[in-house]
């Protein structure tokens, strides 16, 4: 999926965000935002947002000589989502069908997304949280129980740090012993690297690798060896979120993809709404 130029004014929010947050000389700052705003501007549009927006993001931080420029609201929505995780258990143990709303939790949790909502308070996302397991789902879960049940070996593609404590119960229900769970080689943005993992208490439940990448997607030619082999012998693929959705939907691979359509780009490309809650087969499946 290619890039446009709506997504032009989110790298410019998330550039001046992490600018602003990471550089307190008003003189360095100013002219590092326009560095960036021209390498912006020169950028190749043909390639898939999370690569240009890689591009940005390994600039900023290179630059600003932060590391991980999003931690501490990375650690904030990790401790909020935790603390909010026992409630919506409860009512997902109760549901009558406990692996439908385990999923509608999982994509409910994309709503913590940075990249596309810098703003983003504790409090929207707690209202949204609480919501979730009442939003209806655009796909067919039916289908994807049914593909879980056989897999051998699944790979699930983690998005944001906090998004990743509500795929907790997701996990809990895919087959023992069969699943690996992929985070992001080095920070970039709030997406969840292996530390995130670790602090969500993932790694308890599942074996975590890293994809070797640090876009804030799954690129494939970018990643590591480990994660491309555990990609290419996985039965089934579980993706999360927008970014993994906007790299790999054109891959011919057993890939259920699970998001939020938040951007002009992704709803053309998916036919679906903004907002809509989507689960969406890929095209590895006949």
């Known amino acids: 999926m290619r890039s446009s130029l709506e997504c032009v004014p989110c790298l410019v929010r998330q550039t001046i965000e992490s600018v602003r947050h990471t550089i307190s000389d008003e003189a360095r700052r100013e002219g590092l935002l326009r560095k960036f705003l021209r390498d912006i501007a020169e950028m190749d549009f043909d390639m898939p947002p999370p690569a240009v927006a890689q591009r940005v993001h390994r600039a900023l931080r290179r630059e600003c000589g932060v590391e991980d420029p999003y ?3 990375k650690d904030r929505f990790t401790a909020m989502a935790l603390d909010l995780l026992p409630s919506l258990e409860a009512r997902i143990e ?14 409910a949790g994309n709503i913590i997304d940075l990249g596309v909502d810098g703003d983003l308070s504790e409090e929207e996302a707690l209202r949204a949280m609480e919501e979730a397991l009442d939003i209806p ?7 994807f129980s049914e593909a879980v049940r056989p897999a051998r070996s699944i790979l699930y593609l983690a998005d944001n740090a906090g998004e990743i404590v509500f795929d907790r119960p997701l996990l809990r229900m895919l087959p023992g012993g069969r699943v690996a769970f992929a985070v992001r080689g080095a920070p970039v943005i709030n997406d969840a690297v292996m530390r995130d993992a670790q ?5 308890g439940l599942v074996p975590v690798i890293d994809n070797g990448s640090d876009a804030p997607g799954t690129i494939l030619e970018d990643c590591g060896g480990e994660f491309l082999e555990a990609f290419r012998g996985a039965d089934l693929i579980i993706s999360k979120g927008q970014g993994n959705y906007e790299t790999l939907c054109d891959e011919d691979a057993p890939i259920f993809f699970l998001f939020k359509v938040k951007c002009p780009a992704v709803e053309r490309h998916s036919g679906l709404p903004l907002g809509t809650h989507a689960l969406l087969r890929g095209r590895g499946f006949s």
């Open 137 to 143: 789902v655009a796909g067919d879960v039916k289908a």
């Open 199 to 203: 602090a969500a208490g993932i790694d």
């Open 94 to 107: 109760s549901s009558a069908d406990p692996f439908d709303a385990a999923v509608r939790l999982a994509i």
């Open 71 to 73: 931690r501490e609201a």
